[in-house]
């Protein structure tokens, strides 16, 4: 098992930046793949980003293609998102997320078996 901390969220205009992370406890952070979710109200939990286990596999929703980076580093036991050109549409609960093996279905959140408290992101027009 793992626990998982976000942080970095805030508000931030149209076009701005932030950078997440998600912080894990334990000594084997290496050994799980991780990945990136939001949510707004009435709406269901959206995909975000994706990282293998090294971080040479990563894959991103569409939305935030060419925009969003997700990035870990292994030794700090951290897991990162950077958001540049955020629009109002980012706007949302960004909540990191683990599990112990790798899934095809890395954009469905029934795959990940551990998720941190979530971290509020807002995007003002």
């Known amino acids: 098992q793992v626990q998982l901390v976000e942080s970095g969220g805030g508000l931030v205009q149209a076009g701005g930046s932030l950078r997440l992370s998600c912080t894990a406890s334990?000594?084997?952070?290496?050994?799980?793949?991780m990945g990136w979710f939001r949510q707004v109200p009435g709406k269901e939990r959206e995909f975000v980003a994706h990282i293998g286990l090294n971080g040479g596999t990563t894959y991103y929703a569409d939305s935030v293609k060419g925009r969003f980076t997700i990035s870990r580093d292994n030794a700090k036991n951290t897991m990162y998102l950077q958001m540049n050109s955020l629009k109002p549409e980012d706007t949302g609960i960004y909540t990191c997320a683990a599990v112990r093996n790798y899934v095809a279905r890395y954009y469905s959140s029934t795959q990940y078996d551990y998720w941190g408290q979530g971290t509020q992101v807002t995007v003002s027009s």
């Open positions: 334990g000594r084997t952070f290496s050994s799980y793949v």
